[in-house]
């Protein structure tokens, strides 16, 4: 095998390896916070971790793509996460969507909304109503 093949192999095989699952990429392609912070408890707080494990488990079998709501008190938050239509297993888009929710939680501790996009899925939240096609 001549040296540029071998390298070539090389580096497919380290971007097949560095790919969790099979065929699942969870490399972050971007995120943002909104400005605003919840309090750490409360009905904000308490509707946003109802919300994101709402659109974890329901977005798999929902074509990949779901938005919701969830109140708490007075405070109401609006949620979408969609998952890439080629991944072909819904534990797929499931294990995705658990890795996103960290990243926000991450990336953006207790604020009134954020959104995060990894290759293979995408969530987001805020303290109003979006459209789902962002």
Known sequence: MSTISGVLVLAFAMS???VPGDGLDVTLVEWSCDDGWVPETGDSMRAITDLI?????????ED???KDWKQRGDDRMWGHANCSPNLWDKNDCSKCLV??????????????GARVKLRDCKMRYHNYDFDPNW
């Open 53 to 61: 494990t709402q659109l974890i488990n329901i977005t798999p079998l």
């Open 16 to 18: 097949y390896l560095c």
């Open 64 to 66: 990949y793509s779901f």
């Open 99 to 112: 890795i996103a929710d960290g990243e926000l939680k991450h990336s953006c501790p207790f604020r009134k």
